[in-house]
């Protein structure tokens, strides 16, 4: 019998504590999905102002950073509430105890490369002193990539992280911690790294390269995504870094974490329902329509639950509001982003009252009740590494239209003449990122809402997909034991 491990897990962000994007219900899912398989998984990250103080756990251990000047925090040892995960929260109040993880007012704190550098150094410096050492560390994002580089550079004669194998998991090459070569220092990184072949990328610091070169293996969150970066269709400028290391690179899939995103037990919709019996849903669209003032009538409802950003296609989708919204039907938006789109889906709010609601900010019980109360849910993504929001809407019978890219590529099956006669179909895929495929995606999807039967089959297949964790986590313990063995 192969030993169970112990993994550390360093993030950003972890749901239900802290939350921006998909990363955090990761963050929540696949450390849980981990311990219940035997091993020994610990979350890490930094003590947020915004953590309520009950989650913030005992100090166990003091830590400390020789960066540019030498810093001190101290480690904390909780638990992800609900999840039974034990959470190690880092803290040093000067940089975490903030009201927002990276920014304010849509802007980012001006401080976050020395930030995120502290947390992964002050976090080596802590963890062996609580008495606990991981076989090995898994990283997420940019904001943890130093840890790779710290291990094998600064440490290589550290009693415990000297040889210590890592993994550096791509969420999304969009973000990559770029910053000026002036703030080298900060980093905690000698100069000598600040050449092309370690950080430096065309005269800036860019971390995410850092976790690209020094970790031991490197996987990204969808297999299409996985060969999508490493060309210049995804790679965001890093392709070429990514193809040196091809050898060392897989794509594992996201699943669902099933207890919270259930529609047969969520406390959050106003009626539960299951692919046998969707009757609640209709409860669960008349109410929606109520909370957001929409006339409860039997229009189609569009559902989107997203970051108001450019890679998530809301250009697309302000460039065919008119032609969706002159039909029967209505939208519904909650999102928060870039300031351009904000105000420009509001403006087209009020160019079409009584047919589209646009819910700015973050309201975690909203979403739920929008894939609940939708019957369609709309991803026109130019890019999308896996993306959650189609597997949590098809789990909640709102059928997806999506670009083919990415993670949508992987996890909707269009119902096409082929996949609807497999009972294979799921939902509504189109190829190319373009105005008039988006529109007649739409146009199939609304062609089905007037068949009854159809949608209630794609429907059915849609709910009744397996996005359980349980095989990809597997797959992950699979690269970690590769990792060991070739740190
Ligand atoms: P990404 O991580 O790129 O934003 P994902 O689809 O992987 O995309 O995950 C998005 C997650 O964030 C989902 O859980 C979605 O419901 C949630 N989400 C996005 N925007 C909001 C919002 N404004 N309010 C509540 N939840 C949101
Ligand atoms: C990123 C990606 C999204 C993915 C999520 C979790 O935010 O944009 O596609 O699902 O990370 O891995």
Redesign the pocket.
């Known amino acids: 019998m192969t030993e169970p491990l112990k993994i550390l897990y360093v993030t950003s962000e972890a749901a239900p504590l802290v ?1 921006t ?3 955090a ?1 990761v963050s929540y899912a696949l450390p849980r999905a981990l311990r219940a398989m035997g091993h020994d998984c610990r979350v890490a990250m930094p003590a947020y102002g915004i953590i309520p103080e009950s989650s913030w756990g005992e100090q166990v251990a003091p830590c400390t950073a020789h960066m540019d000047v030498t810093l001190h925090g101290a480690i904390r040892r909780s638990v992800l509430p609900g999840a039974d995960v034990p959470l190690y929260l880092l803290e040093h109040n000067a940089y975490f105890g903030r009201t927002h993880p990276y920014g304010d007012y849509g802007h980012e704190y001006p401080d976050s490369l020395e930030r995120f550098c502290f947390f992964c150094l002050a976090l080596l410096d802590g963890v062996p002193r609580t008495g606990w050492v991981p076989d090995i560390v898994h990283c997420h994002d940019w904001h943890t990539a130093a840890i790779p580089a710290f291990i094998k550079t600064r440490c290589i004669d550290h009693p415990v992280w000297a040889n210590k194998p890592t993994i550096f998991t791509i969420h ?1 090459m969009a973000y990559q911690g770029r910053y000026s070569s002036t703030l080298m220092p900060k980093t905690g990184l000698g100069w000598e790294l600040f050449t092309p072949r370690y950080l430096e990328y065309y005269g800036d610091i860019n971390l995410m390269k850092a976790g690209l070169i020094f970790a031991s293996k490197i996987n990204t969150v969808s297999v299409t995504y996985s060969k999508e970066i490493q060309t210049d269709v995804a790679g965001h400028g890093l392709d070429g870094v990514l193809r040196t290391r091809t050898k060392d690179i897989v794509g594992i899939a996201n699943g669902v974490d099933t207890a919270t995103w259930n529609p047969a037990i969520d406390k959050r919709i106003p009626a539960n329902f299951h692919s046998t019996d969707t009757s609640g849903k209709k409860v669960c669209k008349a109410e929606l329509q109520k909370t957001l003032e929409l006339p409860v009538t039997d229009a189609p409802v569009f559902g989107m ?3 108001l950003v450019w890679d998530k296609g809301i250009d697309l989708l302000l460039s065919c509001l008119d032609d969706l919204l002159r039909r029967n039907v209505q939208l519904v938006v ?3 982003g870039d300031d351009v789109f904000e105000n420009a889906l509001k403006q087209a709010e009020a160019r079409f009252p009584g047919k589209m609601r646009v819910q700015l ?4 019980t ?2 739920h009740q929008i894939y609940a109360g939708s019957d369609f849910y709309l991803m026109p993504s130019r890019t999308e590494p ?4 189609q597997m ?1 809407a098809m789990l909640y019978g709102s059928i997806p239209v999506v670009h083919r890219t990415g993670g949508l590529a992987d996890t909707v099956f269009d119902a096409s003449t082929a996949n609807v006669a497999g009972n294979k179909a799921t939902g509504f895929v189109f190829a190319s990122w373009s105005e008039r495929a988006f529109q007649n995606m739409i146009a199939r999807a609304l062609k089905l809402y007037e068949e009854p039967e159809k949608l209630a089959a794609l429907r059915r297949a849609a709910m009744s997909q397996d996005f359980s964790w349980e095989r990809s986590a597997n797959e992950y313990v699979n690269l970690f034991r590769e990792a060991i063995a070739q740190p």
């Open positions: 939350k994007g998909g990363l219900d999304n639950v997203t970051r909650l999102g928060s900010g973050y309201d975690e909203l979403a896996c993306g959650l929001s949590y």
